[in-house]
Protein backbone atom coordinates (compact mmCIF):
# COMPACT_ATOMS: atom_id res chain seq x y z
CA UNK A 1 0.00 0.00 0.00
CA UNK A 2 1.37 3.51 -0.70
CA UNK A 3 0.18 6.89 0.87
CA UNK A 4 -0.09 9.98 -1.67
CA UNK A 5 -1.13 12.67 0.51
CA UNK A 6 0.16 12.47 4.18
CA UNK A 7 3.85 13.49 4.20
CA UNK A 8 4.17 15.19 8.14
CA UNK A 9 8.11 14.76 9.06
CA UNK A 10 6.45 12.87 12.51
CA UNK A 11 3.55 11.46 12.89
CA UNK A 12 3.96 9.59 9.65
CA UNK A 13 1.20 7.52 7.77
CA UNK A 14 0.06 4.30 9.81
CA UNK A 15 -1.11 1.68 7.86
CA UNK A 16 -4.90 0.73 8.78
CA UNK A 17 -3.70 -3.21 9.46
CA UNK A 18 -1.08 -1.34 11.81
CA UNK A 19 -4.28 0.48 13.37
CA UNK A 20 -6.67 -2.55 13.50
CA UNK A 21 -3.97 -4.28 15.74
CA UNK A 22 -4.08 -2.00 18.36
CA UNK A 23 -8.46 -3.01 18.68
CA UNK A 24 -7.27 -5.98 20.55
CA UNK A 25 -8.31 -6.49 23.87
CA UNK A 26 -6.53 -5.57 27.21
CA UNK A 27 -4.34 -8.44 28.75
CA UNK A 28 -2.45 -8.75 31.97
CA UNK A 29 1.02 -6.32 31.73
CA UNK A 30 2.26 -9.31 34.19
CA UNK A 31 0.85 -12.27 32.33
CA UNK A 32 2.28 -14.70 30.31
CA UNK A 33 0.63 -13.59 26.88
CA UNK A 34 2.32 -10.36 27.53
CA UNK A 35 5.48 -11.67 28.30
CA UNK A 36 5.63 -13.90 25.17
CA UNK A 37 5.05 -10.48 23.03
CA UNK A 38 7.53 -8.74 24.61
CA UNK A 39 10.10 -11.43 23.65
CA UNK A 40 8.98 -11.21 19.97
CA UNK A 41 9.49 -7.99 20.13
CA UNK A 42 12.99 -8.01 21.54
CA UNK A 43 14.09 -10.45 19.01
CA UNK A 44 12.71 -8.11 16.03
CA UNK A 45 14.08 -5.02 17.54
CA UNK A 46 17.58 -6.12 17.92
CA UNK A 47 17.66 -6.84 14.26
CA UNK A 48 16.10 -3.03 13.52
CA UNK A 49 18.86 -2.00 15.68
CA UNK A 50 21.66 -4.49 14.61
CA UNK A 51 22.47 -5.06 18.28
CA UNK A 52 23.03 -8.23 20.36
CA UNK A 53 21.73 -5.73 23.38
CA UNK A 54 18.34 -5.32 24.68
CA UNK A 55 16.23 -2.12 23.22
CA UNK A 56 14.36 -0.69 26.04
CA UNK A 57 10.75 0.31 25.56
CA UNK A 58 9.24 3.38 27.19
CA UNK A 59 5.82 4.41 27.14
CA UNK A 60 6.82 8.29 25.83
CA UNK A 61 8.41 10.23 23.24
CA UNK A 62 11.67 10.28 22.28
CA UNK A 63 12.36 13.14 24.72
CA UNK A 64 11.86 10.79 27.66
CA UNK A 65 14.69 8.75 27.09
CA UNK A 66 16.90 11.91 25.76
CA UNK A 67 16.07 12.61 29.44
CA UNK A 68 17.51 8.67 30.86
CA UNK A 69 20.51 9.43 28.56
CA UNK A 70 21.45 12.17 31.44
CA UNK A 71 20.59 10.30 34.34
CA UNK A 72 22.78 7.53 33.38
CA UNK A 73 25.87 9.89 31.80
CA UNK A 74 28.96 9.74 33.93
CA UNK A 75 29.94 12.27 36.24
CA UNK A 76 31.86 15.68 34.23
CA UNK A 77 30.84 18.22 32.15
CA UNK A 78 28.52 17.38 28.67
CA UNK A 79 29.10 19.20 25.35
CA UNK A 80 26.42 19.38 23.30
CA UNK A 81 26.63 19.23 19.51
CA UNK A 82 23.70 22.00 18.51
CA UNK A 83 22.56 22.03 14.29
CA UNK A 84 18.40 22.96 15.28
CA UNK A 85 15.82 22.79 17.18
CA UNK A 86 15.68 18.66 18.80
CA UNK A 87 19.63 19.03 18.83
CA UNK A 88 19.00 22.04 21.27
CA UNK A 89 16.13 20.25 23.04
CA UNK A 90 19.23 17.90 24.20
CA UNK A 91 21.33 20.52 25.00
CA UNK A 92 18.16 21.62 27.13
CA UNK A 93 17.24 18.70 28.69
CA UNK A 94 21.48 18.32 30.00
CA UNK A 95 20.97 21.95 31.50
CA UNK A 96 17.29 20.67 33.26
CA UNK A 97 18.73 17.69 34.81
CA UNK A 98 21.66 19.88 36.34
CA UNK A 99 24.57 18.98 34.40
CA UNK A 100 27.15 21.60 33.28
CA UNK A 101 27.05 21.78 29.25
CA UNK A 102 28.76 23.28 27.16
CA UNK A 103 27.13 23.75 23.33
CA UNK A 104 29.59 23.39 20.15
CA UNK A 105 26.72 25.27 17.56
CA UNK A 106 26.90 25.22 13.99
CA UNK A 107 24.90 26.83 11.53
CA UNK A 108 21.13 25.28 11.14
CA UNK A 109 21.16 22.84 8.37
CA UNK A 110 24.95 22.29 8.84
CA UNK A 111 26.81 19.01 10.32
CA UNK A 112 29.22 19.11 12.80
CA UNK A 113 33.14 19.06 12.06
CA UNK A 114 35.32 15.97 13.44
CA UNK A 115 38.18 18.05 13.45
CA UNK A 116 36.37 20.36 15.38
CA UNK A 117 34.89 18.23 17.41
CA UNK A 118 38.19 16.56 18.50
CA UNK A 119 40.05 20.05 19.63
CA UNK A 120 37.19 20.37 22.05
CA UNK A 121 37.61 17.35 23.38
CA UNK A 122 40.97 17.26 23.58
CA UNK A 123 41.10 19.14 26.65
CA UNK A 124 39.81 16.59 28.76
CA UNK A 125 37.26 18.17 30.31
CA UNK A 126 34.08 16.56 29.11
CA UNK A 127 32.57 12.54 30.06
CA UNK A 128 29.68 12.93 27.36
CA UNK A 129 28.41 14.15 24.17
CA UNK A 130 24.74 14.85 23.03
CA UNK A 131 24.10 14.70 18.89
CA UNK A 132 21.31 14.51 16.54
CA UNK A 133 21.81 11.84 14.00
CA UNK A 134 18.94 13.27 11.73
CA UNK A 135 17.79 16.70 12.57
CA UNK A 136 14.47 16.52 12.46
CA UNK A 137 14.48 20.43 12.08
CA UNK A 138 16.32 21.13 9.23
CA UNK A 139 16.96 17.18 7.45
CA UNK A 140 20.62 17.56 8.39
CA UNK A 141 22.36 14.06 8.96
CA UNK A 142 25.47 14.08 11.40
CA UNK A 143 27.69 11.39 10.71
CA UNK A 144 27.42 10.29 13.70
CA UNK A 145 29.89 6.70 13.21
CA UNK A 146 32.82 9.09 13.06
CA UNK A 147 31.85 11.42 15.79
CA UNK A 148 31.22 8.74 18.14
CA UNK A 149 34.77 7.67 16.93
CA UNK A 150 36.12 10.98 17.53
CA UNK A 151 34.43 10.93 21.69
CA UNK A 152 35.92 7.32 22.07
CA UNK A 153 39.51 8.33 21.26
CA UNK A 154 39.36 10.64 23.78
CA UNK A 155 37.30 9.06 26.19
CA UNK A 156 33.88 10.64 25.88
CA UNK A 157 30.79 8.86 25.69
CA UNK A 158 28.34 9.69 22.87
CA UNK A 159 24.52 9.60 23.44
CA UNK A 160 23.02 9.94 19.89
CA UNK A 161 19.31 11.24 19.44
CA UNK A 162 18.43 9.31 16.38
CA UNK A 163 14.66 10.08 16.71
CA UNK A 164 14.34 10.67 12.83
CA UNK A 165 16.82 8.44 11.38
CA UNK A 166 16.84 4.81 13.38
CA UNK A 167 14.85 2.48 11.17
CA UNK A 168 15.29 4.71 7.93
CA UNK A 169 19.26 5.49 7.75
CA UNK A 170 21.91 3.18 8.79
CA UNK A 171 22.78 3.28 11.98
CA UNK A 172 25.02 -0.19 13.17
CA UNK A 173 24.54 -0.22 16.79
CA UNK A 174 27.31 -3.11 17.83
CA UNK A 175 29.86 -2.61 14.91
CA UNK A 176 30.11 1.14 15.19
CA UNK A 177 30.73 0.54 19.04
CA UNK A 178 27.71 2.91 19.82
CA UNK A 179 26.86 3.88 23.80
CA UNK A 180 23.40 5.15 23.45
CA UNK A 181 21.35 5.80 20.78
CA UNK A 182 17.55 6.48 21.32
CA UNK A 183 14.07 6.99 18.98
CA UNK A 184 10.10 6.92 18.90
CA UNK A 185 7.72 5.24 17.73
CA UNK A 186 6.37 7.89 14.87
CA UNK A 187 9.14 8.44 12.37
CA UNK A 188 10.41 5.78 10.40
CA UNK A 189 8.81 2.67 12.43
CA UNK A 190 5.70 3.84 11.03
CA UNK A 191 3.91 3.46 14.00
CA UNK A 192 1.48 6.04 16.45
CA UNK A 193 2.91 8.26 18.78
CA UNK A 194 3.54 7.00 22.11
CA UNK A 195 6.72 4.61 22.44
CA UNK A 196 10.22 5.27 22.73
CA UNK A 197 13.05 3.18 21.94
CA UNK A 198 16.70 3.10 23.67
CA UNK A 199 19.76 0.63 23.32
CA UNK A 200 22.99 1.61 25.69
CA UNK A 201 26.10 -0.56 26.02
CA UNK A 202 27.06 -2.65 29.13
CA UNK A 203 30.13 0.23 29.57
CA UNK A 204 27.68 3.03 29.57
CA UNK A 205 25.36 1.56 31.86
CA UNK A 206 27.95 0.42 34.50
CA UNK A 207 28.10 3.93 35.26
CA UNK A 208 24.47 4.76 35.61
CA UNK A 209 24.62 2.01 38.22
CA UNK A 210 26.94 4.33 40.43
CA UNK A 211 24.82 7.21 39.94
CA UNK A 212 22.49 7.84 42.78
CA UNK A 213 19.96 10.67 40.98
CA UNK A 214 18.70 8.60 38.00
CA UNK A 215 15.13 9.26 39.06
CA UNK A 216 12.05 6.95 38.78
CA UNK A 217 10.41 7.03 35.75
CA UNK A 218 13.58 6.88 33.18
CA UNK A 219 16.10 4.95 35.10
CA UNK A 220 17.30 3.13 32.72
CA UNK A 221 19.13 0.28 35.60
CA UNK A 222 15.68 -0.75 36.09
CA UNK A 223 14.85 -1.07 32.14
CA UNK A 224 17.74 -3.56 31.57
CA UNK A 225 16.96 -5.74 34.82
CA UNK A 226 13.61 -6.31 33.87
CA UNK A 227 14.21 -6.73 30.30
CA UNK A 228 15.62 -9.50 31.67
CA UNK A 229 12.37 -10.89 33.31
CA UNK A 230 10.76 -10.00 30.07
CA UNK A 231 8.57 -7.49 31.85
CA UNK A 232 8.59 -3.25 31.69
CA UNK A 233 9.31 -0.86 34.94
CA UNK A 234 5.98 0.99 34.37
CA UNK A 235 2.25 -0.13 32.86
CA UNK A 236 3.23 -0.19 29.03
CA UNK A 237 0.93 1.14 26.42
CA UNK A 238 -0.40 -2.51 25.50
CA UNK A 239 -2.13 -1.06 22.55
CA UNK A 240 1.29 0.93 20.93
CA UNK A 241 2.36 -2.74 22.01
CA UNK A 242 0.01 -4.69 19.88
CA UNK A 243 0.83 -2.15 16.61
CA UNK A 244 4.83 -2.62 17.45
CA UNK A 245 4.43 -6.38 17.48
CA UNK A 246 2.71 -6.02 13.63
CA UNK A 247 5.05 -3.79 12.69
CA UNK A 248 7.73 -5.31 13.24
CA UNK A 249 6.75 -8.46 11.17
CA UNK A 250 6.80 -6.17 7.95
CA UNK A 251 10.09 -4.00 8.60
CA UNK A 252 11.96 -7.42 8.91
CA UNK A 253 10.35 -9.12 6.14
CA UNK A 254 11.38 -5.64 3.61
CA UNK A 255 14.66 -5.82 5.83
CA UNK A 256 16.77 -3.10 7.27
CA UNK A 257 18.82 -2.51 4.72
CA UNK A 258 16.22 -2.68 1.81
CA UNK A 259 14.00 -0.34 4.06
CA UNK A 260 17.33 2.24 4.18
CA UNK A 261 17.94 1.95 0.70
CA UNK A 262 13.78 2.80 0.25
CA UNK A 263 14.46 5.85 2.05
CA UNK A 264 17.46 6.80 0.06
CA UNK A 265 15.51 6.65 -3.01
CA UNK A 266 12.74 8.71 -1.78
CA UNK A 267 15.10 11.47 -0.45
CA UNK A 268 16.92 11.65 -3.74
CA UNK A 269 13.54 11.86 -5.08
CA UNK A 270 12.76 14.62 -2.93
CA UNK A 271 15.94 16.76 -3.30
CA UNK A 272 15.51 16.38 -7.19
CA UNK A 273 12.16 17.67 -7.46
CA UNK A 274 13.53 20.94 -5.23
CA UNK A 275 16.73 21.31 -7.55
CA UNK A 276 14.58 21.25 -11.00
CA UNK A 277 12.13 23.82 -9.17
CA UNK A 278 15.25 25.74 -8.03
CA UNK A 279 14.58 25.57 -4.39
CA UNK A 280 16.86 25.99 -1.76
CA UNK A 281 17.86 22.55 0.54
CA UNK A 282 18.56 23.28 3.95
CA UNK A 283 20.33 20.70 4.81
CA UNK A 284 24.09 21.01 3.64
CA UNK A 285 25.19 18.29 1.06
CA UNK A 286 27.70 17.29 3.70
CA UNK A 287 24.77 15.59 5.29
CA UNK A 288 21.66 15.22 4.30
CA UNK A 289 18.74 12.96 5.87
CA UNK A 290 17.13 10.13 3.94
CA UNK A 291 13.78 10.52 5.81
CA UNK A 292 13.20 14.59 6.32
CA UNK A 293 13.62 17.18 4.03
CA UNK A 294 13.49 20.91 4.72
CA UNK A 295 13.19 23.53 2.07
CA UNK A 296 13.06 27.34 1.91
CA UNK A 297 10.18 29.13 0.77
CA UNK A 298 10.80 31.19 -1.84
CA UNK A 299 10.80 35.03 -1.99
CA UNK A 300 7.36 35.96 -2.53
CA UNK A 301 5.49 33.18 -0.99
CA UNK A 302 3.86 32.99 2.47
CA UNK A 303 4.36 29.48 4.65
CA UNK A 304 0.53 29.85 5.59
CA UNK A 305 -0.77 30.18 1.84
CA UNK A 306 1.52 27.47 0.59
CA UNK A 307 0.02 24.87 3.54
CA UNK A 308 -3.52 26.23 2.68
CA UNK A 309 -2.88 25.75 -0.87
CA UNK A 310 -1.52 22.00 -0.75
CA UNK A 311 -4.46 21.35 2.03
CA UNK A 312 -7.21 22.13 -0.56
CA UNK A 313 -5.50 19.14 -2.61
CA UNK A 314 -5.44 17.07 0.39
CA UNK A 315 -1.73 17.06 0.61
CA UNK A 316 -0.52 17.53 3.74
CA UNK A 317 3.58 18.34 4.41
CA UNK A 318 5.36 20.13 7.59
CA UNK A 319 5.16 23.40 8.85
CA UNK A 320 9.36 24.83 9.30
CA UNK A 321 10.33 24.61 13.16
CA UNK A 322 12.06 26.76 15.11
CA UNK A 323 13.48 29.54 13.46
CA UNK A 324 13.25 28.61 10.30
CA UNK A 325 9.14 27.92 10.63
CA UNK A 326 8.44 31.09 8.63
CA UNK A 327 11.34 30.76 6.12
CA UNK A 328 10.84 26.96 5.53
CA UNK A 329 8.21 23.74 4.54
CA UNK A 330 9.63 20.22 5.58
CA UNK A 331 8.91 16.64 3.56
CA UNK A 332 8.91 13.57 5.75
CA UNK A 333 9.43 10.71 3.51
CA UNK A 334 9.98 8.45 5.63
CA UNK A 335 7.97 5.27 7.36
CA UNK A 336 5.57 2.90 4.97
CA UNK A 337 6.05 5.93 2.31
CA UNK A 338 7.63 4.51 -1.43
CA UNK A 339 8.76 6.69 -3.95
CA UNK A 340 5.84 6.00 -5.81
Not at 79 to 91: P, Q, T, Y
Not at 194 to 209: C, D, I, M, N, P
Request: net charge neutral; hydrophobic share 40%.
Amino acid sequence: MTFGSFFLPGPTEVRPEILAAMTRPMISHRGDEFEAMFVRIQQRLTRVFLTQRPVFISTSSGTGMMEAAIRCAPPGRILSLVNGAFSERFANISKACGRETDRYDVDWGQVHDVEELERRLAGGKYSAITVGHSETSTGALNNVRAISDTAHRLGVYCLIDGVSSVAGAELRFDDWGLDFVLTGSQKAFALPPGLAFAVASEKYLEHGRRNPNRGVYFDLIEYEELVKKNQTPNTPAISLYYALDAQLDYILEEGIENRWARHAAMQREVIGWAERQRLRVIASERGRSPTVSAIEVPDGVKVEDLHRKLSEEQITIGTGYGKLKSKSFRIGHMGDHTVE
